[in-house]
C-alpha cells in the first residue's frame, strides 16, 4: 500500500525545513488530500495553507487556510515578458452554468457574487448575467440585491438605492457632476435652483458641475 510522500523545502546552512509539499493517502488523514503546510524552524507544522481533495470524495476541490494573493507577473530578464494585470479567472465549462465567489459563515451560505449566472446563453449576448446574492442565517437566499443584465448592461435593484444626506453645508464640495443627494434643511427649494441651508426642507439635490440644484 502506497505511504504517500513529502517533500521539505530547506534554507540556509542550518538545513532548516520551511515548507511542506505532501500527499498523505493511508496516513490516517481523511479523504487523502494533497497539502501544502508552513513549518517552523523547529521542523514542526505550524499550518496547513492549503489541501486538495480527490474527486469522488467529500469534501472535494480545494481548501486554503489562508489568504489568497493574485498578483500581476513582472517581465524578468531573459524570460517571456509578463503582464502588471493580476486576473482571478472563473471559467464554467457550458452555457447554463454559473460562476461565483461565496462567502459563508462555518460552512453556511451568506452571500453570493454571481459573474455570470445560470441563465443559458441564447444569442444576442444573452445569458450568464451578473447577480449579487444575500442569505438567511440558515443559508435560504434572501434577496438579489443588484442584477444586472449582460446584454443591456441595465442594473435592476430590489430596493429603492438609499441616497446620503447632508445639511447644505455639509455637500461635498466638487463631486462629479451628475451626482445626487438630499439635504434636510433646504430654504425656499425652487426646482433647478441653487439650494439655499438654514431652512427646514428636506430636499432631493443634484450637482451640475458648478452647483448644487435642488431637484
Known amino acids: 500500500m502506497n505511504p504517500g510522500f513529502q517533500a521539505y523545502g530547506n534554507s540556509g546552512p542550518t538545513d532548516e525545513n520551511n515548507g511542506q509539499i505532501a500527499w498523505l493517502p493511508n496516513l490516517g488523514v481523511p479523504n487523502s488530500p ?3 503546510s508552513n513549518i517552523n524552524d523547529a521542523g514542526t507544522i505550524v499550518n496547513t495553507v492549503a489541501a486538495f481533495y480527490r474527486s469522488g470524495v ?23 515578458p509578463g503582464s502588471p494585470d493580476a486576473y482571478l479567472f472563473l471559467n464554467k465549462n457550458a ?5 461565483a465567489l461565496v462567502s459563508q459563515t462555518n460552512g453556511v451560505l451568506r452571500w453570493s457574487l454571481n459573474l455570470g449566472n445560470g441563465t443559458a446563453e441564447s444569442g444576442s449576448n444573452a445569458g450568464s448575467d ?8 440558515a443559508g435560504a437566499v ?17 430596493a429603492p438605492p438609499v441616497l446620503p444626506v447632508y445639511t ?3 455637500l461635498p464640495l466638487a463631486p ?6 438630499f439635504v434636510s434643511d433646504a430654504s425656499g427649494p425652487t426646482f433647478l435652483a441653487t439650494v439655499a441651508g438654514s431652512g427646514s426642507v428636506f430636499c432631493p439635490v443634484f450637482h451640475d458641475g458648478t452647483n448644487w440644484r435642488c431637484g
Open 34 to 36: 494533497f497539502v501544502i
Open 130 to 137: 451578473f447577480g449579487l446574492y444575500a442569505f438567511s442565517d
Open 58 to 80: 467529500v469534501p472535494t476541490g480545494a481548501s486554503f487556510y489562508e489568504p489568497v494573493t493574485v498578483s500581476g507577473v513582472p517581465a524578468a530578464a531573459g524570460q517571456t
Open 168 to 170: 447644505v453645508s455639509t
Open 176 to 181: 462629479a457632476a451628475g451626482s445626487k443627494a
Open 142 to 158: 434572501l434577496s438579489e440585491p443588484i442584477a444586472v443584465k449582460r446584454s443591456t448592461g441595465v442594473a435592476t435593484f430590489s
Open 95 to 99: 452555457s447554463g452554468y454559473g460562476s
